[in-house]
């Protein structure tokens, strides 16, 4: 039986079929943080041309859709009721926004709530962030630890060979669990959670700076609620949350 275990032929077919379970496990879950927090709302999505679309957001580990009040014809005569963008294509978007007054009854209620519990969150909810933060901490140094362990290992003979033979499934599988974390620990930014920021961020590819509350970020985006926003040189500022892209966006200054 151990023969049969230390077979290379064995053993990357084993390889294979646990990262291909664990891939499909975790793409299966992962969704961006930032993105969800608007499932269910009404949005409007800007990409980096200046094109508005606007409908209800859902989010899904590939992608994300927003489906119209209405249904409408398009420029070549055929009916359309919702507007797909890929996770590929997230570099397309400028900002996702949430204007306030789009909101329901029912999603003013939800918002408000957000709000509250970001501008004054509770003991659990910041023990909560700071294990999770914790965590993400220990799990880089895990990392780097492994990383030069399987280092050391293949250069050793007998199980580093069966490693090198390995190599592409090991490092896919690390690839997809690092992944599934759409939160890096950011400590510039973590301790502005709940403040009043300003961001610096590329609209229409002009450099522009809007203040907020952040509530959250990823490694993808960022989250701000509070904001005035603006869609067109001739509209006027607009009450708003936004999702803005990190390789558009950075927080620029503490506004309080």
């Known amino acids: 039986m151990l023969d049969y275990f230390s077979n290379p032929v064995v053993i990357t077919i084993l390889f294979i079929i646990v990262s291909t379970f664990v891939g499909a496990f975790i793409k299966g879950r992962n969704k961006d943080k930032c993105l969800k927090a608007f499932n269910g709302f009404i949005v409007t999505l800007e990409d980096v041309a200046g094109k508005h679309i606007w409908g209800r957001l859902d989010v899904e580990a590939t992608g994300l859709e927003l489906t119209y009040t209405q249904s409408h014809d398009d420029a070549d005569g055929h009916l359309e009721s919702s507007y797909m963008l890929y996770k590929f294509e997230y570099g397309n978007i400028s900002a996702m926004i949430r204007f306030h007054n789009y909101l329901s009854d029912e999603g003013r209620k939800k918002r408000d709530a957000e709000l509250e519990k970001t501008y004054h969150p509770n003991w659990w909810r910041r023990a909560w962030r700071k294990t999770g933060n914790v965590f993400k901490t220990i799990r880089d140094a895990i990392m780097e630890v492994s990383n030069v362990l399987l280092s050391q290992a293949k250069k050793t003979t007998g199980a580093g060979s069966m490693l090198k033979t390995q190599d592409k499934y090991v490092s ?73 892209p990190r390789k558009r966006a950075v927080i620029r200054h503490l506004a309080e």
């Open 172 to 244: 896919q599988m690390k690839n997809q669990v690092i992944g599934s974390v759409d939160t890096s620990y950011e400590p510039l930014l973590e301790k502005y959670i709940g403040h009043r920021v300003v961001a610096e961020f590329l609209h229409k590819d002009k450099p522009v700076e809007m203040t907020g509350v952040l509530k959250d970020y990823t490694a993808d985006f960022i989250e701000m609620l509070d904001v005035m926003y603006w869609t067109g040189n001739a509209d006027n500022r607009k009450k708003a949350d936004v999702v803005l």
